[in-house]
């Protein structure tokens, strides 16, 4: 159940970099459907908001367990637009009606929402195996990349632990900030076989 679109909570401090938030609450009884189709109405007003870049919910999976919403920000200062937006807001008043618990929220961001679903249930993680593959994908290019065009420019002027230093860190920023977040989305399908249509 994609949509372009994310969830609230509290607001968080201003930092940059990709963000993932996961709410967690259970719809009342009976109240499923208005529930989702508010859920889905609340996407919609979150595409308005500068920053976004995705959201999904994520239907229980046995009857009366919680459903999650997963979103996606371009970081912490978009998230809280969200949050202050009063659209929010009225779409929380809203889904109060028809939601059986307050919501439980989980931020991640860096290195631990390179795998966001990977804290959705058990059932629908990500297989390690697939989670390594891709990884692996994004590291060996990077790391190829940093090696062939950084390390010999630095070589004559740091020495070996420093120029470690230097290295790993670009490589990690690489990774976290710019070739994850690309890969995970266009390997979403390979990663998470259960959440295709």
Known sequence: MDAKT?????????????VTRIARRRAQPGK????????????QHMQKTPGFLGAEMIPPHNPGDEYQVVVNFASEAALAGWDACPARAEMHRRL????????????????????????????????RARMALVTWMGIFPTVSLVL???????????????KVALLTGLIVATMT????????KLMRGFLNPHLRQ
């Open 6 to 18: 994310p969830t609230a909570a509290a607001a968080v401090a201003t930092q940059p970099g990709h």
């Open 177 to 184: 900030w710019v070739v994850m977040p690309r890969l995970t």
């Open 32 to 43: 499923e459907r208005e529930y989702e189709a508010t859920v889905r109405e609340m996407f």
């Open 96 to 127: 109060r009606e028809v939601a059986d618990t307050e919501p439980e929220y989980r931020s991640l961001s860096g290195l631990e929402a390179w795998f966001a679903p990977a804290v959705v249930p058990a059932s629908m993680h990500p297989p």
């Open 148 to 162: 062939w065009l950084i390390e010999p420019l630095v070589r004559p002027y740091l020495p070996f632990l420093p």
